[in-house]
């Protein structure tokens, strides 16, 4: 059996960072662990390959060969899976989706005549079978969260490391929090499943010895979930460290009470974890309150990101404008919070009605829903009816934007992150890679950019004051600005 697995094509967003891949000589952000994933659920005897339309086109070779072509993405991926399908079709090979995507929203492909729904690990014998017998039905739906401790590694075989800027790999599915905006706990449930120890050990051990020596991102939507089993992982990840010597960092994503474990941050650093993606969401305690994000309201949110600063992680941080609750000047707040936590990589979205969250039923009950979103979080669109003027909302959150990753702003937030940041852990290693991506920062960004003359005296400063945070902060200088141009085009 011969399988083609079709990695659509991500937008120019904030997180595709396709102005700061020049940079590293990368084509690509990240692989698509999903299709990875699944293609190691496959019989070993198929022949599989995998197309990521971020590197390169779909070619009508590619699906004359294959006998069954597999696809999964997310909502902002919407666009380019049509096209797939209609290549599909055009060619007349069977297509099946998987993913995020169709697993909230599967009824607005028709062109699409198989799906998996949820999370495939016990769906898939019965697809494969079906798949052998050209007897495929409809739609398989997951009829539950199942154990992970059956997912099988990602097939790193299946793509060149070198084309991408970070590897993924999973830990944890499912949040213990309840965010009424929030689909996590709609696809992957409220009880953090977890994989081994081994399981994660044995996947970074691939990725090594294939030569990975970059950045992990460890893709679990809160890392730390379940408090007992991410430590029982952080042992085991300290003692491959020590035996294997990798050169790898981490990043991934937890919540913001991660800031009252010590312990915690101190391992995950000696690990070599370097930055944490946080959902800060607003300083608006009240307004925290009635999205039900209470885990926020339980801590002084500035404090809290002083301190996981303080123990040597980079905070990026998830905020929201929009929600029913702010007030006219919730912008300036915003801003000044931002500004003041030095939240260098703070990715501020508009409130979106994300399918069957508890924020899209309430607002359908109440008659403000008016169209389905982009998947985009930071696309100046609202896809509901505000309390604030829609107009207003939109106007204020492009200039909030512009603002935040104006060279002057940025910068001074990346000094003011920096004398909080105690750049602890492994040493970063100063390679090739990283020796090129500065000299072209200093011909584009110090030479022929806006703002040569923030990014000369923020690069003198960083010499000056902290020297051991030269190689992060000349990152952070190529990530504003990706984050620029994004603002620019809002």
């Known amino acids: 059996m011969k399988i083609l697995l079709v990695s659509p094509k991500t937008p120019k967003t904030f997180w595709s960072f396709d102005h700061a891949l020049r940079f590293v000589s990368k084509r ?43 696809t999964g993405g997310m909502i902002v991926h919407r666009d380019s899976v049509r096209e797939i399908a209609a290549r599909c079709l055009q060619r007349q090979r069977t297509l099946i989706g998987g993913g995020p995507l169709f697993t909230t929203g599967h009824e607005d492909f028709p062109e699409i005549p198989h799906f998996v729904l949820g ?30 401790h059956a997912t099988p590694p990602p097939r790193w075989d299946l793509i060149r490391l070198r084309d991408y800027a970070s590897m993924c790999v999973q830990f944890s599915r499912g949040c213990p929090f309840d965010c009424e905006f ?49 430590k029982e992982l952080l042992t085991a990840m300290l003692v491959w460290r020590r035996r294997s010597a990798p050169r790898m960092t981490f990043l991934t994503e937890a919540s913001i009470n991660l800031a009252a474990d010590a312990e915690l941050m101190a391992t995950m650093v000696d690990v ?9 969401e607003t300083p608006e305690e009240s307004t925290l309150e009635q999205c039900h994000k209470l885990q926020n309201t339980k801590l002084d949110l ?65 008659g403000r829903l008016l169209a389905t979103t982009t998947g985009n979080n930071t696309e100046a669109i609202c896809n509901f009816t505000p309390r604030l003027d829609r107009d207003d909302l939109i106007a204020g959150y492009r200039r909030l934007m512009r603002r935040l990753y104006e ?29 090129g991506a500065f000299l072209k920062a200093g011909w584009l960004l110090g030479l022929r950019h806006h703002g040569r003359r923030q ?24 990530y504003g600005h990706h984050f620029r141009r994004i603002a620019q085009s809002l």
Not at 40 to 46: A, N
Not at 319 to 341: E, L
Not at 455 to 478: D, E, G, N, Y
């Open 272 to 280: 070599g974890f370097k930055r944490v993606f946080l959902g800060i």
């Open 407 to 435: 060279p002057r702003a940025y910068y001074q937030r990346a000094r003011t992150f920096l004398a909080e940041y105690h750049n602890n852990g492994p040493k970063n290693h100063l390679g090739r890679s990283e020796v």
């Open 302 to 366: 500035m404090a809290a990101v002083k301190r996981i600063q303080n123990a040597g992680l980079e905070v990026m941080g998830g905020f929201i404008v929009g929600f029913d609750g702010d007030p006219k000047d919730i912008f300036q707040r915003q801003f000044q919070f931002i500004q003041r936590a030095g939240v260098v990589t703070a990715m501020v979205g508009l409130l979106t009605a994300l399918p069957k969250t508890r924020l899209y039923k309430r607002l359908q009950r109440e």
């Open 182 to 230: 929030c689909d996590i706990v709609v696809m992957n449930g409220r009880v953090p499943r977890t994989k081994r120890p081994e399981q994660v050990v044995c996947e970074l051990e691939g990725l090594r010895a294939r030569g990975w020596k970059g950045s992990v991102f460890i893709v679990d939507d809160n890392f730390i979930g379940n408090r007992r089993r991410v």
């Open 455 to 478: 990014f000369w005296q923020f690069v003198a400063h960083t010499l000056c004051t902290r020297p051991r945070a030269f190689a992060p902060a000349i990152t952070l200088a190529i």
């Open 28 to 70: 690509a952000a990240f692989p698509p662990l999903g299709l990875l994933t699944v293609a190691g659920m496959l019989p070993e005897d198929w022949e599989l390959q995998l197309r990521d339309l971020n590197l390169e086109p779909l070619r009508d070779a590619d699906l004359d060969w294959a006998d069954y072509v597999l």
């Open 119 to 148: 999370e495939a690990e016990e769906i898939m014998p019965r697809v494969i079978e079906h798949m052998r017998r050209g007897q495929l039905l409809p739609v398989y739906e997951a009829p539950g969260f199942p154990d992970i």
